[in-house]
């Protein structure tokens, strides 16, 4: 059995391992070399092309931050979990095994913790390797290789931006000249005095590298979905026209991505039972391609020893310490929509779990079996919306991950549509939604008790965010985009971890994450994020987000 005896694990020892100094861990996004400025002509091909696919390949790596043996170590998909797990829809147990716990009592802005230091270092150093590839394939429009791979090099580096931009400065409309994250570039000469960039510099760096990705990879179908087609390039530049607020020019953008894409929404019958996780899927853009052999380098570092709750070699199922969605949110899906099966009732019921077995327990009985050192037994809310790649009960960790998917494309297309004065983007919300979720669905009667229909619509389509999308790493970038204020419980007896039970308004300054001590150590010009303090148990219990009311 390669899972360990939990119960030997101390409480003191969990919190060191969790939480550890990472001062001395190896700067990542240092000074450039001469080397790296080096004659580009004189680079081996092959070595070239494999710096390229590397490019991609450590979206989801384990251990490939830190280099140690750190289960919440795993690169892009350990960012969007712990994006969630800092907002309302997502929590996990207040437990002594949880490495995410950071998140949940939001002590994640301490400078010197792991877990902040990983989110900040993931972009940067795919960053590094973009730059690099730039660097290695010059400008060249005669060469159609090297046009291509600079162009999935900007768009890599344009999301690498995006992925850390909401999270240092609130949103871009209101917050523009103020200050957000250093840009690096492949002609940033010295990264240890790089001051942070205003968000509508970042911006403008995000859509200079979108703008040449849409015009080169247009027509582009990679063999695999782990590159940047011309659909991905512009699927990323409709999120950046929504984080923009130009919402007309992000409904173009979703829809081009749709029809670019070929891509189909996943219908009921798809979703009725537990999925997203295999990249070959008919309704993913682009997603992280994790073979065998990267889920062994460290099978305890992936998705599937998190947020899926079906590994038999997992830090979620062996120790209990599973991803649930906020009850609140829960009960505002209705019981025709598919959705609903993604997480289990308050009775541990779930019709996804119908066609389902592990060790001799089959269905709803999934929820209370219990192996030794593999499986506790599920609670109420737990998630069952992603399954196994190899099976449920595998101990072969190799999910993919969906960085992309048609039906976010999809509420981006009709939110653009909507918030640009096209009422046709209430059609596209509700085709959507009754077609493929939720077949009673009525966005009529949705609004009609709202007391501002025109706010009561904006609530209903972030409601449809926060569902479609739940645990895939959106929840707090939507919230800093649409200035809403985060709301986790209504009264001491929701079920939500007593000391993670807090609600905090949109605009305080402790919502933006702190640089790492190794950033600032190393780039003298950065001036901190400053203000605010950790939220207290209990904080604001009267603060309401209009979806969840």
Same mark, same amino acid.
């Given at each position: 059995?390669?899972?360990?005896?939990?119960?030997?694990?101390?409480?003191?020892?969990?919190?060191?391992?969790?939480?550890?100094?990472?001062?001395?861990?190896?700067?990542? !996004?240092?000074?450039?070399?001469?080397?790296?400025?080096?004659?580009?002509?004189?680079?081996?091909?092959?070595?070239?092309?494999?710096?390229?696919?590397?490019?991609?390949?450590?979206?989801?790596?384990?251990?490939?931050?830190?280099?140690?043996?750190? +289960?919440?170590?795993?690169?892009?998909?350990?960012?969007?979990?712990?994006?969630?797990?800092?907002?309302?829809?997502?929590?996990?147990?207040?437990?002594?095994?949880?490495?995410?716990? /950071?998140?949940?009592?939001?002590?994640?802005?301490?400078?010197?913790? $792991?877990?902040?230091?990983?989110?900040?270092?993931?972009?940067?150093?795919?960053?590094?390797? $973009?730059?690099?590839?730039?660097?290695?394939?010059?400008?060249?429009?005669?060469?159609?290789?090297?046009?291509?791979?600079?162009?999935?090099?900007?768009?890599?580096? $344009?999301?690498?931006?995006? *992925?850390?931009?909401?999270?240092?400065?609130?949103?871009?409309?209101?917050?523009?000249?103020?200050?957000?994250?250093?840009?690096?570039?492949?002609?940033?000469?010295?990264?240890?005095?790089? &001051?942070?960039?205003?968000?509508?510099?970042?911006?403008?760096?995000?859509?200079?590298?979108?703008?040449?990705?849409?015009?080169?990879?247009?027509?582009?179908? +990679? *063999?695999?979905?782990?590159?940047?087609?011309?659909?991905?390039?512009?699927?990323?530049?409709?999120? #950046?026209?929504?984080?923009?607020?130009?919402?007309?020019?992000?409904?173009?953008?979703?829809?081009?991505?749709?029809?670019?894409?070929?891509?189909? &929404?996943?219908?009921?019958?798809?979703?009725?039972?537990?999925?997203?996780?295999?990249?070959?899927?008919?309704?993913?853009?682009?997603?992280?391609?994790?073979?065998?052999?990267?889920?062994?380098?460290? &099978?305890?570092?992936?998705?599937?020893?998190?947020?899926?709750?079906?590994?038999?070699?997992?830090?979620?199922?062996?120790?209990?310490?599973?991803?649930?969605?906020?009850?609140?949110?829960?009960?505002?899906?209705?019981? /025709?929509?598919?959705?609903?099966?993604?997480?289990?009732?308050?009775?541990?019921?779930?019709?996804?779990?119908?066609?389902?077995?592990?060790? !001799?327990?089959?269905?709803?009985?999934?929820?209370?079996?219990?192996?030794?050192?593999?499986?506790?037994?599920?609670?109420?809310? /737990?998630?069952?919306?992603?399954?196994?790649?190899?099976?449920?009960?595998?101990?072969?960790?190799?999910?993919?991950?969906?960085?992309?998917?048609?039906?976010?494309?999809?509420?981006?297309?009709?939110?653009?549509?909507?918030?640009? !004065?096209?009422?046709?983007?209430?059609?596209?919300?509700?085709?959507?939604?009754?077609?493929?979720?939720?077949?009673?669905?009525?966005?009529?009667?949705?609004?009609?008790? #709202?007391?501002?229909?025109?706010?009561?619509?904006?609530?209903?389509?972030?409601?449809?965010?926060?569902?479609?999308?739940?645990?895939?790493?959106?929840?707090?970038?939507?919230?800093?985009?649409?200035?809403?204020?985060?709301?986790?419980?209504?009264?001491?007896?929701?079920?939500? +971890?007593?000391?993670?039970?807090?609600?905090?308004?949109?605009?305080?300054?402790?919502?933006?994450?702190?640089?790492?001590?190794?950033?600032?150590?190393?780039?003298?010009?950065?001036?901190?994020?400053?203000?605010?303090?950790? &939220? *207290? $148990?209990?904080?604001? +219990?009267?603060?309401?987000?209009?979806?969840?009311?």
């Amino acid at each position: 059995m390669k899972l360990i005896n939990f119960s030997t694990i101390t409480l003191a020892a969990v919190a060191i391992t969790a939480c550890n100094d990472v001062n001395t861990a190896y700067y990542q !996004g240092g000074t450039l070399t001469e080397e790296q400025l080096g004659d580009v002509n004189n680079a081996i091909p092959e070595r070239a092309e494999a710096l390229f696919t590397g490019m991609f390949a450590m979206m989801g790596e384990p251990n490939g931050c830190l280099g140690g043996s750190r +289960p919440d170590d795993y690169g892009f998909i350990m960012m969007a979990m712990s994006n969630d797990l800092e907002g309302p829809d997502a929590w996990m147990d207040d437990n002594d095994y949880n490495w995410f716990s /950071t998140c949940g009592e939001w002590s994640s802005r301490n400078a010197n913790y $792991a877990n902040p230091y990983i989110r900040y270092i993931a972009p940067y150093k795919q960053m590094k390797i $973009a730059n690099d590839v730039l660097r290695n394939y010059p400008e060249d429009l005669t060469n159609p290789n090297n046009t291509n791979h600079r162009a999935q090099a900007r768009a890599i580096r $344009a999301f690498d931006l995006m *992925s850390l931009a909401y999270a240092f400065q609130f949103n871009y409309v209101d917050h523009m000249d103020d200050p957000c994250i250093p840009i690096v570039t492949e002609h940033t000469l010295d990264a240890a005095n790089n &001051p942070r960039a205003t968000v509508k510099e970042v911006y403008e760096q995000i859509l200079e590298d979108l703008n040449y990705a849409c015009e080169h990879l247009e027509n582009y179908k +990679p *063999s695999n979905k782990n590159e940047v087609s011309g659909a991905v390039a512009y699927g990323l530049r409709a999120r #950046a026209y929504l984080a923009m607020e130009e919402w007309k020019k992000a409904a173009d953008d979703a829809t081009k991505a749709i029809e670019l894409s070929g891509c189909q &929404p996943a219908s009921i019958p798809d979703l009725q039972k537990p999925a997203f996780y295999d990249i070959e899927d008919k309704n993913w853009l682009w997603g992280v391609d994790m073979t065998t052999k990267m889920a062994n380098t460290y &099978p305890w570092a992936t998705c599937c020893s998190w947020i899926v709750s079906f590994s038999a070699d997992s830090y979620s199922a062996a120790t209990g310490t599973y991803v649930h969605i906020n009850k609140l949110l829960y009960d505002k899906i209705s019981s /025709t929509d598919v959705r609903k099966g993604w997480w289990l009732d308050e009775n541990l019921h779930s019709d996804n779990l119908s066609q389902c077995s592990w060790g !001799g327990a089959t269905g709803d009985d999934i929820a209370l079996l219990e192996i030794d050192d593999v499986k506790f037994k599920m609670d109420k809310y /737990t998630n069952v919306k992603f399954g196994m790649y190899s099976g449920i009960g595998s101990e072969i960790n190799d999910n993919d991950w969906p960085l992309m998917r048609v039906e976010e494309m999809i509420l981006i297309k009709a939110e653009g549509l909507i918030k640009s !004065g096209d009422n046709s983007g209430m059609s596209v919300l509700e085709n959507f939604v009754k077609t493929y979720r939720d077949p009673s669905y009525d966005l009529n009667s949705k609004l009609a008790n #709202a007391i501002d229909p025109t706010e009561g619509l904006n609530n209903e389509i972030w409601f449809q965010r926060r569902v479609e999308l739940w645990g895939e790493g959106f929840g707090m970038s939507d919230i800093m985009r649409l200035k809403k204020p985060i709301v986790r419980f209504h009264s001491a007896n929701d079920p939500y +971890p007593a000391a993670f039970q807090f609600n905090v308004e949109y605009g305080d300054p402790y919502t933006l994450l702190r640089f790492p001590q190794t950033e600032k150590d190393n780039n003298k010009a950065i001036v901190d994020n400053q203000g605010g303090s950790k &939220p *207290s $148990a209990g904080m604001n +219990p009267n603060l309401r987000d209009g979806v969840t009311d």
